[in-house]
C-alpha cells in the first residue's frame, strides 16, 4: 500500500509505504497507519488516496530516469535502483531519442553491469531493461510535457521486469 500525494514525492522517508500485506485486518490497520505517518510528518500534504497494488518479488534493482533539459533536450539516465542510485552513483545518461545500441551500451556502462550480467547463479534479463529504456525514451520524445520521470524501483528478473514505483512531473 503506497500513499498518493502530489505532496510527497518520496513515500517511504514519510512512513507512505507499507508492505507485505496478507489480510483484510492488516490492510485496514495499514490504512490507519499510512494516514497517521503522513500526518505527522508532512501536516499539510494532500493525499488523495491510497493505493493499493500486487506485492512484486524483490529482485534485482535498476533505475530508468529522464530529466528535461533546457539546451539539450530530454536526458534518459539509466543504473542500479532502490537506494543504490544514491549511495553508488552508479549512472548514465544519453540524449532522447536513443537507439537499441545506446540502451545497451549504457547498461554496460555501469560497474553495477557485472551483477546485471550474472551471479550465484542468477542472470538478470538484460533484454528486459533494454526495452524498457527504449520505451521511456519514445515516451518522452512523444509526450513533450514530461518533465521528469523516475521509474525506481524497477525489478529486473530472469526473464522480464516490473516497475514498481513510478513518478512523473510534467511541465
Do not use: W
Not at 505532496?7 to 508492505?19: A, F, N, P, Q, S
Not at 545500441?101 to 547463479?121: F, N, S
Amino acid at each position: 500500500m503506497k500513499i498518493v500525494s502530489p505532496d510527497i514525492i518520496h513515500k517511504t522517508d514519510v512512513g507512505g509505504v507499507i508492505l507485505n500485506i496478507h489480510s483484510e485486518e492488516e490492510v485496514l490497520r495499514s490504512y490507519k497507519q499510512i494516514l497517521e505517518n503522513v500526518k505527522r510528518k508532512v501536516p499539510k500534504a494532500r493525499v488523495y488516496g491510497i493505493l493499493v497494488e500486487e506485492m512484486a518479488k524483490p529482485s534485482i534493482e535498476v533505475i530508468v530516469g529522464c530529466i528535461k533539459d533546457r539546451q539539450f533536450g530530454h536526458a534518459i539516465m539509466f543504473g542500479l535502483g532502490g537506494v543504490f542510485v544514491e549511495v553508488l552513483e552508479d549512472i548514465t545518461f544519453r540524449i532522447v531519442p536513443i537507439t537499441r545500441y545506446d540502451a545497451e551500451e549504457m547498461i554496460r556502462e555501469v560497474k553495477g553491469y557485472k551483477v546485471l550480467k550474472g551471479y550465484r547463479g542468477f542472470k538478470a534479463d538484460i533484454d528486459s531493461i533494454v526495452e524498457v529504456l527504449l520505451k521511456v525514451s519514445e515516451m518522452v520524445s512523444d509526450i513533450g510535457i514530461i518533465n521528469q520521470l523516475d521509474l525506481n524501483p524497477i525489478y529486473v528478473y530472469e526473464r522480464g521486469a516490473k516497475v514498481v514505483d513510478a513518478r512523473i512531473i510534467l511541465d
